[in-house]
């Protein structure tokens, strides 16, 4: 956990990025292994997956600017986490 504590926007932004695109993978992955296997009859759809994905960014958020008070790895983590939220509900329909 060591490494997690770094001020830096940048590292906000990258970890704010990296948390929900491995997250999203981790999830497609559990649900395609249980439809394969046949034990999930409902399963995630797409849309769910990237808004669960997203959430995660909560969690380093809460980390950042209340336990470390660390304000520009928290602002690089809220940033990321806006936009990747706005830019799912302008494009649901068109990915979806």
């Known amino acids: 956990m060591q490494s997690l504590k770094k001020d830096n926007f940048l590292f906000g ?40 994905s997203i959430f995660i960014n909560l969690i380093y958020f809460r980390y ?14 809220l940033v990321i986490t806006f936009a990747s939220v706005i830019l799912f509900f302008l494009f649901k329909s068109y990915i979806f």
């Open 13 to 52: 932004l990258f970890l704010g990025i990296i948390s929900p695109l491995i997250l999203f993978g981790v999830i497609w992955l559990m649900n395609w292994f249980l439809m394969l296997i046949g034990v999930a009859k409902l399963w995630f759809d797409t849309e769910t997956q990237v808004l669960v």
């Open 64 to 77: 950042y600017f209340v336990t470390l008070k660390d304000e520009k790895s928290g602002n690089g983590v």
